[in-house]
């Protein structure tokens, strides 16, 4: 009997099996080449961009120092040899002040370093690939707050800075805040205020009906502190101590006189007529400055510092319509630029016991020149003030500014006061 036919090679799928692994094993090599390769490259290019970031990072440095175009690329460059050696191994970069296209395009506040760089080809040379590079951009921006001149410095306190009523502010600089709280700064009121720009810690708060305006920019929320110029980080300025004889001894001025520097123990209280100081060191000590009634004060290169008995100190305070032209000393002392100053901003000096509260009230006629520093103290301006100012600088633990006060004014680089900026650099691409 005849068997049927079998076919035993077509039952075998051995055969197959071995059949698809040969024409699939070079697509698994070819993948596995692609990973193996990939991941060298990625890892490269995170290099080149960490490279990248750096040097356009300081090539931004560069710019806030005002360096010229060359200057600029000569940094860029220097960052990428720290990571590449003298021949750059390869690498290819182009500076570009400002940027050539991207949200920064034009911005002379920003550079962009775009670097490229050779990447040898290991298993996909197998498959005809001969060459290829990895290639990143890195963009970094000075974010800067033109000078200020009225200066906040506490750190948590709502209103740190605040403009109300129908105050009105010119000034050809800027108010900052170093106060974390969505209150930090606090327009509110038919105030007028015109500024060259608003800087906050937090955030910043304006009215429906409070007007800002700012030449250098928009107001800058969730910036940076300002160092305070003055203390520790800054200048570092002590108060001297009250030592020796009391010139004068709970002073009171009603008529025309002229003073002297030295301690005036008790403070001084003007109520009229005209003091004249003369150029000096004034020490305030355990007491006032009060300025009232009709009373005239006139002084150029003069510092008044308040100095403390057990911790107590005084405080300052203009009021009525009197007439206040007073000027600090703006070259060969200590206290250049310096006009009121009363130290330790840490909460230990205390007026009567309580928190310092500093005031300009009434119809004063102001003629300033320098920086009133008190960083203990809440300042207020308010009712009527107006001022013809040279330079006014206001640091303070807090400032108020309600009523229809009108301040006007700016610093010059020879006024003797230390500048009150706020300087970032940051990637932004």
Known sequence: MRRPFQCEFCNDVRGGVAIVFGLVLPALIGFAGLAVDGAYWMMERNKLQSATDSAALSAAQTIQLNGTDQSIATEAKKLLLKTYNQNLAGVRFTVQHPPATGPMAGNAAAVAVLAERDQPVFFLGL????????????????????????????????KAIEVTGSSIINLKCGMASNSNSN???????????????????????????????TSDGPPKSNASEITDPYGPEGRNLVAPKANGACTERNLKVQSDTTLSPGRYCGGIDFTGGTATFEPGVYLIDGGDFNANGNAALVGDGVTFIFTAVNNNVGVLNINGSQTVSLHAPKSGTNWDGILFFKGAGDGTLRCNGMACQSTINGGANLDLGGSVYMPSDQLSISGGASSSISCLQIVADKITITGNSAITGTCQETDGTEKLTRSTVELVE
């Open 183 to 213: 209150l930090a700064v606090y327009l509110s009121g038919s105030s007028n205020t015109a500024v060259s720009g608003v800087s906050a810690a937090g955030d910043i708060y304006q009215s429906t009906n409070a007007q800002l305006t």
């Open 127 to 158: 498959f005809g690939m001969t060459n290829t590079f990895v290639a990143t951009r890195s963009v970094a921006h000075v974010d800067s707050m033109s000078e200020a001149c009225l200066l906040a410095l506490s750190k948590t306190a709502d």
